[in-house]
């Protein structure tokens, strides 16, 4: 059985940082693309990373690119995302998405994790 | 990077068909077969329903189906139940090798 477990969030000040964590299971972690997506309180889906399966090609939305980072550690089983500069309007559920297949244009998201929530506040 | 366009919601009685588009470019859309479809319930994680414009993943009812022309994806759910009421969002892969999603549906079963 698939499985994703997102860890890492919590409250964190503006201008701060915070890592997340993402711990795969139940499928060879090495053999796919892995995404990270956000979805602020009551609103929609918004892709904020992805990453391919040896770390070849590497992707962000405008909205982070420069202040966040994804890896992944395929001997751990593991993707994150360090969060640097963080703003108010970074406060959200961050998904750790599986890919289809290995590369960056194979379907995101056909597992899912629960979540983990970010709010960034001072 | 903009948002794809979606519908903010739309609705149908059981057993009826409704059809949700979602409208981007060239450099989206329009120029790849890379274009999904989840389904969100309140307080769950989505759910990929269609895949590579028209493609169901196993498990996946046939009631659900996807197609595109130009630069329009559009999902159709036939049949509609109870079951169906949930946050729809389209994702198509980009020009610049990101993903892009579209704001969200809102389907009410009436």
Redesign the interface.
């Known amino acids: 059985e698939v499985q994703l477990e997102e860890s890492g969030g919590g409250l964190v000040q503006p201008g701060r940082s915070l890592r997340l964590s993402c711990a795969a299971s139940g499928f060879t972690f090495d053999d796919y693309a892995m995404h990270w997506v956000r979805q602020a309180p009551g609103k929609g889906l918004e892709w904020v990373s992805g990453i391919t399966w040896n770390s070849g090609s590497i992707g962000y939305a405008d909205s982070v690119k420069g202040r966040f980072t994804i890896s992944r550690d395929n001997a751990k089983n593991s993707l994150y995302l360090q969060m640097n500069s963080l703003r108010p309007e970074d406060t959200a559920l961050y998904y750790c998405a599986k890919s289809r297949g290995s590369w960056s244009h194979n379907t995101l998201g056909d597992y899912w994790g629960q979540g983990t929530l970010v709010t960034v506040s001072s | 990077?903009s948002?794809l366009t979606q519908p903010a919601s739309v609705s149908g009685s059981p057993g009826q068909s409704i059809t949700i588009s979602c409208t981007g470019t060239s450099s989206d859309v329009g120029g790849?077969n890379?274009v999904?479809w989840?389904q969100?319930h309140p307080g769950k994680?989505?759910?990929?329903i269609i895949?590579?414009v028209s493609n169901r993943?196993s498990g996946v009812s046939n009631r659900f189906s996807g197609s595109k022309s130009g630069n329009t994806a559009s999902l159709t759910i036939s049949g509609l139940q109870a079951e169906d009421e949930a946050?729809y969002?389209c994702?198509s892969?980009t020009s610049?090798?990101?993903?892009?999603?579209?704001?969200?549906t809102r389907l009410t079963v009436l």
Request: charged share 10%.
């Open positions: 990077q948002a790849y890379y999904s989840y969100q994680a989505p759910k990929l895949y590579d993943p946050d969002y994702s892969y610049s090798s990101t993903w892009v999603f579209g704001g969200g």
